[in-house]
């Protein structure tokens, strides 16, 4: 079983800068393909972004490559999610997930944790 814990999110203004993370419960984490999705309210869960298990590789939704990034830390069992040049449109809860594959569909991820609500303001 593998826990994940978001943090980071928060109140921003548009075209300000956020850092999410997320920590990873597990000895294994650097087995897992970790991702990064949002769900906007009254919307599906979007994929945003994912990083293979040595940072060597990372899968991105087209929109967004240029504003957000993904990083990790196998060191301290942590994901990283970088957004930039954040819009109201970004307002979102934030989740992280763990899987095996590095996939753009929720399906595919084993483990998520509880989110972490980003709000940008205009």
């Known amino acids: 079983q593998v826990q994940l814990v978001e943090s980071g999110g928060g109140l921003v203004q548009a075209g300000g800068s956020l850092r999410l993370s997320c920590a990873a419960s597990t000895r294994t984490f650097s087995s897992y393909t970790m991702g990064w999705f949002r769900q906007a309210p009254g919307k599906e869960r979007e994929f945003l972004l994912a990083?293979?298990?040595?940072?060597?590789?990372?899968t991105y939704a087209g929109s967004m490559k240029g504003r957000f990034a993904i990083s990790r830390d196998n060191a301290k069992n942590t994901v990283y999610l970088q957004m930039n040049s954040l819009k109201p449109e970004d307002t979102a809860v934030y989740y992280c997930a763990a899987g095996k594959v590095a996939a753009a569909t929720a399906s595919a991820y084993d483990y998520w944790g509880q989110g972490t609500q980003v709000t940008v303001s205009s």
């Open positions: 990083i293979n298990w040595s940072g060597s590789s990372t």
